[in-house]
Each structure stands twice: as structure tokens, then as C-alpha cells.
């Protein structure tokens, strides 16, 4: 991998004043307060630009966005220099038949379950540690009062979730892995939990303590007719490692401050 040095000068003069900064270039508006993924996720997409820019595939007076979303121009470049440095390969037909024996739960169709949740909503300027402090101790509580007199998770959520579900005690209904957001689904679907979840479930919109009553396991579908769904789940998960790792490697050569990014969890473009 080669990485050009790039003269960002003239975007060093952004207002550093309690922002974040990738090279100097300001990730945010100085009143703008955003969560640690959200910050995050603008610092890598904002190494992926200034990359895009070092390798010639877009002007070097490309203006820096700081409100997060890129222009068509940045986005095209961005993709243009990922195909090119990332070259990750297919996923072989030994390791999708190997990966579909350990995860066929996955694979099935027509699995629907019946849940009901208390939402920690994450909203501009609020407290992400706090609010992820009392998520875990509302976990903690409707777990101890699992299975006992008194719908306690019911409570919690009429009186502590931001979903309008609360008025019903948290109640989702019947749902099928389309009618959640992925990261949501990844938690619920192929799994045989009943009960309260012992972890928080994390999405875009917040914190989640879940609770799912009930299980339609559906059918599991032979390999071969999910072959290409394996092969496609196997090829994401390498080509995500590949982009981390990259990021990784840029954040090293580059001036950072005001986010930490080891610890980013997905640095993906958004």
C-alpha cells in the first residue's frame, strides 16, 4: 500500500475548539454534539477522503463535510480507491460449507419471533455513558424479576422507554427479520434465547433491553440453496476486517484528535 502526504493547510484553520479533528480538518460544528460511534464513523469516512485525495482520485480542494454527509463527488472517489486497495477474494466453497454447519440458523426462513423491548433513545447532546448506565441498570433489574410475580419489564418500559411501544408495555408483535433494522435482527433471528437477553442490544437508534417471548424457528433451508447468501455474509465479513484494518493503518499516519478510533467497532462509509 502506498499513501501520498497531502498538504491540508488551508482546512487546518477550522475552529478547534472542543472538535474532533482528522488532520485538522473539523469532523463537526463546534455547537454540533454527536455520540462516540457517530463521531467515529465521521473520522474514518473523513481518513477514507483525505486517502481518496492522496491517491489522486479527487481534487484536493474538495471541501470537507462537516455535517457528516459526503458529496457524489467524494463518495465516487472513496469507492473508486476502496476497489482498488482492497482487494479481498471470494470465500471458497470448503469455508462457505463450513461457515453454514456452525451458523445454518442463520439461513432460515420464515423464523418470526415475538418480542417486546424498553428503548434508550440516543439523541443529539445527551450523555451516550449515562444513558448507557441506566440502560444496564434497567437490564440488571428486569432481569433479577424474570419469571416472577408481576410484569416488572412491562413497568420499566411504560415508565423509562422512548419507543411509543412503551404504552403497551414494550410490545413489538410477531417479527420477521425484515421488519427490524439489521443490526437489530443480527440479535434476535438464529438464535434459541427466550426470555429477557442478558446483553443490551445496540442499533442506530439506542440502547435496547429485549425481552422475547416467543419463537417460530421457521425452516432450515439445505446448503446448497443458500450457497450464495453464505458466500455473500463470508465476502462482507472479510471485506469489513480489510477496511478496519486500513483505517487502523491510516489513523497511525495521520493527526487525530478529539476521537479515539481503536476502539472503533464499524468504521464503515457511510
Known amino acids: 500500500m502506498r499513501v501520498e502526504t497531502v498538504d491540508f493547510s488551508a482546512e487546518r484553520r477550522a475552529d478547534a475548539a472542543g472538535v474532533a479533528r482528522v488532520n485538522g480538518v473539523?469532523?463537526?460544528?463546534?455547537?454540533?454534539?454527536?455520540?462516540?460511534?457517530?463521531?467515529?464513523?465521521?473520522?474514518?469516512?473523513?481518513?477514507?477522503?483525505?486517502?481518496?485525495?492522496?491517491?489522486g482520485l479527487l481534487d484536493a480542494d474538495?471541501?470537507?463535510?462537516?455535517d457528516g454527509v459526503l458529496?457524489?463527488?467524494?463518495?465516487?472517489?472513496?469507492?473508486?480507491?476502496?476497489e482498488a486497495e482492497l482487494a479481498v477474494p471470494e470465500p471458497s466453497e470448503a469455508a462457505c460449507a463450513r461457515h453454514h454447519a456452525a451458523h445454518a440458523a442463520r439461513y432460515r426462513t420464515g423464523e418470526k419471533v415475538r418480542t417486546?423491548?424498553?428503548?434508550f433513545a440516543v439523541t443529539p447532546g445527551i450523555d451516550v455513558v449515562a444513558l448507557r448506565n441506566r440502560a444496564e441498570t434497567c437490564l440488571l433489574d428486569v432481569r433479577c424479576h424474570d419469571g416472577k410475580a408481576g410484569d416488572r419489564f412491562g413497568r420499566a418500559a411504560r415508565e423509562l422507554s422512548n419507543?411509543?411501544?412503551?404504552?403497551?408495555?414494550?410490545?413489538?408483535?410477531?417479527?420477521?427479520?425484515?421488519?427490524?433494522?439489521?443490526?437489530?435482527?443480527?440479535?434476535?433471528?438464529?438464535?434459541?434465547?427466550?426470555?429477557?437477553?442478558?446483553r443490551l442490544v445496540h442499533s442506530r437508534f439506542?440502547?435496547?433491553?429485549?425481552?422475547?417471548?416467543?419463537?417460530?424457528?421457521?425452516?432450515?433451508?439445505?446448503?446448497?440453496?443458500?450457497?450464495?447468501?453464505?458466500?455473500?455474509?463470508?465476502?462482507?465479513?472479510?471485506?469489513?476486517?480489510?477496511?478496519?484494518?486500513?483505517?487502523q493503518l491510516l489513523a497511525g499516519q495521520a493527526e487525530v484528535a478529539g476521537v479515539d478510533l481503536d476502539a472503533a467497532s464499524s468504521p464503515l462509509v457511510q
Open 26 to 55: 473539523a469532523l463537526h460544528r463546534a455547537s454540533e454534539v454527536l455520540s462516540v460511534e457517530a463521531l467515529r464513523q465521521r473520522a474514518s469516512t473523513e481518513l477514507l477522503r483525505q486517502a481518496a485525495i492522496g491517491a
Open 62 to 66: 474538495d471541501a470537507a463535510p462537516v
Open 71 to 82: 458529496g457524489e463527488a467524494a463518495s465516487e472517489a472513496i469507492e473508486a480507491w476502496l
Open 116 to 119: 417486546r423491548h424498553i428503548l
Open 163 to 198: 419507543c411509543p411501544s412503551g404504552e403497551q408495555g414494550g410490545e413489538l408483535g410477531w417479527l420477521a427479520p425484515a421488519d427490524c433494522a439489521p443490526e437489530f435482527a443480527r440479535e434476535l433471528f438464529g438464535h434459541l434465547e427466550v426470555g429477557v437477553l442478558p
Open 206 to 247: 439506542g440502547f435496547h433491553v429485549v425481552e422475547v417471548l416467543a419463537r417460530q424457528p421457521g425452516v432450515e433451508p439445505p446448503f446448497e440453496a443458500v450457497r450464495s447468501a453464505v458466500a455473500q455474509t463470508l465476502h462482507q465479513q472479510a471485506f469489513t476486517t480489510a477496511l478496519r484494518q486500513y483505517l
